[in-house]
């Protein structure tokens, strides 16, 4: 009778491989390697700051120099970029293309600032 290097159950000695657990009976136990360590998963203080701090300072920047067009009873006309308070007419209006842009720039990083202010455990 032959002995299993792995579970040590007894076989005929005709058998090629171990009846109970598969191994083969001619070769060395087979190791198997030790499973890969888990990956250590991000902790809750590791967050793209980077790109929060350039989100805001793009936010200031539309806020400061918005473009300017012209007033909705004239031909639509680029006015160029001035100071908020320096309209390029007086009846120059503020694009509405900003004004969405400027409302989803505001909600993206009213989701990061309530993210990085969350309350950690």
Not at 37 to 58: D, K, S
């Amino acid at each position: 009778m032959k002995l299993c290097p792995s579970c040590r159950h007894e076989l005929p000695e005709i058998s090629r491989y171990c009846s109970q657990c598969g191994q083969r009976l001619h070769a060395d136990p087979i190791e198997t390697p030790p499973p890969p360590p888990p990956r250590a998963a991000p902790g809750p203080g590791q967050l793209n700051l980077e790109f929060l701090y350039g989100m805001v300072a793009m936010l200031s920047l539309a806020i400061l120099f918005p473009p300017w067009e012209t007033p909705p009873a004239q031909a639509p006309e680029f006015l160029g970029l001035h100071f908020i308070f320096t309209p390029p007419t007086p009846d120059a209006v503020v694009s509405r293309l900003l004004l969405t842009i400027e409302l989803v720039t505001i909600a993206i990083a009213g989701l990061y600032g309530s993210f990085l202010f969350r309350q950690k455990p």
